[in-house]
C-alpha cells in the first residue's frame, strides 16, 4: 500500500497530488507550511487506497488486456478510440474531502486500539450523503427510477462516486476490520451470578436498592433463557408483564412465564408487542418465574403500572450502562471467587458486556444441549417481524396472546433446554 502498481490508473480516476491539492485550495501547495504538509500526506494516502481498490491479480489482467486491445487495433491500422484520462474539472466531485477527512479522523484512538476503526470512520461517508441529498444541489439532481416500494435513486453525490467506492474498498484492505466480540456467559458462570443476586436481594430489606437488585437479575436471566441482545430487553413492558403474572396466578400456571417486548419500530405507526414465553423453570434451575414475581411485587408496592420494567427511581428506561457496571462488578466477584469459569487472563470489565454476552452464552449452551437450530430461529422469530417494517398488520395484545399460544409448547423447547 506504499506505492501503486503498473496498470492501477487504468481502473479508477487519477490526478497527481498537486493537481488535487490546487483543486481543493485553490492554489498550490506551500513549501513548509504544516497543514499543507499535512494535507499533501492525506492526499499521498487517499490517491494510493483508491489505487489498491483492486485485486493485483485484476489490475495484471487488465493492463494485459489492454495491451492486447492496443496491439489488434495496430495490427489492422486502427487509431486507438480510448478517450484520454484527463484533465479532470477543478471541483471535487470524487469525494476527495470526504476522504481526507475519514483518514484523519482515523488517526484518533479508538475505543480498543490506537487508531479508530474503519466501521467507525465509514461513517463520514453517509454523514456527507445525507447532507448533500438534503441540500438544494443534490435533491435537485437527484433521479428516480422505478415504482411503488422498488426504487432506484440516481445521484451526483460525489461520495457515490468511482473513485470513492475505490478508495473504501483500499482504505478497508489497507486498515483491516477488528472485531471485538462480548465473551459469552457460560451456564455454570450464570447460575453464580444469579446465587450472588439472591443472596443479597436476601439480606437487604426493602428499598429501593432491594428492588433494583431484582431489577437487574431479572434482565440477566430474561437476556439469558430469552437469548436476546442487550438492547431488546429494555423493551419488557411493565403492563404487559404485571397483566400476565396476574392472569398465571390466577390459573396457577407455573410451566412458562410470558414476557411481553414493546416497541415502536420503522415503517411502524404505533407500538406492537412481541410476547415471548419462557420456562418458569429451566432443567438446570434457572428460576425465571421467581423473579418475575420479585419484580411485580416490587412495582406493585412502588405503585408503578406503567412503563418500562427496567426504570429509575422516577419511572423512566434506566441507562443501560448502569446495569452493565453493576453487572460486571458481579462477575468480578465470581473471577476472583471461582478462576475455574473465569481465568485470570480475561479482564471482566473489557471482554464481557451486556450486548451479547447473555445471548451468545445462551445459544451457546442451547446447542450443547442439542436444540434443534430451528427452535433457535423459532424463539428469535420477533425480530423478523420487527425487520418486516410494519408490513404485518400490528395485533392487540389479547389478539396475539391467542396467536402464541398456538405456538407456546414449540417456543418453549428452547428455554426449557438451558
Known amino acids: 500500500f506504499k506505492v501503486a502498481r503498473a496498470g492501477d490508473h487504468f481502473m479508477v480516476p487519477f490526478q497527481c497530488d498537486k493537481c488535487l491539492a490546487r483543486m481543493l485550495l485553490g492554489r498550490s501547495l506551500v513549501v513548509g507550511d504544516r497543514k499543507d504538509e499535512l494535507l499533501a500526506c492525506c492526499i499521498r494516502r487517499a490517491n494510493l487506497d483508491a489505487l489498491w481498490g483492486r485485486e493485483s491479480s485484476t489490475v495484471l489482467a487488465n493492463t494485459r488486456h489492454l495491451r492486447q486491445l492496443l496491439d489488434t487495433w495496430k495490427l489492422v491500422g486502427i487509431p486507438p478510440t480510448l478517450p484520454p484520462l484527463g484533465p479532470f474539472p477543478m471541483e471535487d466531485v470524487y469525494g476527495v474531502g470526504v476522504a481526507i477527512g475519514m483518514l484523519l479522523r482515523s488517526l484518533n484512538p479508538g475505543k480498543y486500539g490506537d487508531y479508530t476503526q474503519f466501521a467507525t470512520i465509514r461513517k463520514e461517508r453517509s454523514c456527507f450523503s445525507n447532507y448533500f441529498h438534503a441540500s438544494v444541489v443534490g435533491s435537485s439532481a437527484m433521479s428516480t427510477l422505478g415504482r411503488d416500494s422498488a426504487k432506484s435513486f440516481l445521484t451526483t453525490c460525489p461520495t457515490q462516486s468511482l473513485w470513492f467506492e475505490r478508495f473504501s474498498k483500499g482504505c478497508l484492505y489497507r486498515m483491516g476490520e477488528e472485531i471485538k466480540q462480548d465473551l459469552a456467559i457460560s451456564i455454570e458462570v450464570m447460575h453464580c451470578l444469579m446465587k450472588l443476586f439472591d443472596t443479597e436481594w436476601m439480606k437487604t430489606p426493602m428499598s429501593w436498592e432491594k428492588s433494583e437488585i431484582a431489577s437487574v ?139 451479547r454476552s447473555f445471548r451468545r452464552g445462551s445459544n451457546t449452551h442451547s446447542k450443547n444441549q442439542g436444540t434443534n437450530d430451528k427452535d433457535i430461529d423459532l424463539m428469535n422469530r420477533w425480530r423478523n417481524v420487527e425487520n418486516a417494517k410494519g408490513r404485518k398488520a400490528r395485533l392487540a395484545m389479547s389478539d396475539h396472546y391467542a396467536d402464541i399460544l398456538q405456538l407456546v409448547p414449540a417456543l418453549l423447547r428452547y428455554s426449557k433446554n438451558l
Open 217 to 355: 437479575a431479572l434482565y440477566c436471566i430474561v437476556a439469558f433463557c430469552g437469548s436476546f441482545r442487550g438492547h431488546e430487553v429494555f423493551l419488557v413492558d411493565l403492563f404487559g408483564l404485571l397483566k400476565y403474572d396476574d392472569l398465571f396466578r390466577e390459573q396457577k400456571q407455573v410451566d412458562y412465564c410470558m414476557v411481553p417486548l414493546l416497541g415502536k419500530y420503522k415503517g411502524e405507526s404505533g407500538e406492537r408487542y412481541h410476547l415471548t414465553p419462557l420456562a418458569h423453570l429451566t432443567r438446570t434451575g434457572l428460576n425465571l418465574g421467581l423473579w418475575i414475581r420479585r419484580v411485580c411485587d416490587h412495582r406493585r408496592h412502588e405503585g408503578r403500572t406503567n412503563g418500562p420494567v427496567f426504570a429509575d427511581k422516577w419511572g423512566n428506561m434506566v441507562n443501560p450502562r448502569h446495569y452493565e457496571a453493576l453487572i460486571l462488578a458481579k462477575l468480578q466477584i465470581i473471577k476472583e471467587s471461582r478462576r475455574d469459569l473465569i481465568p485470570d487472563s480475561v479482564n471482566v470489565f473489557e471482554a464481557y458486556g451486556i450486548s
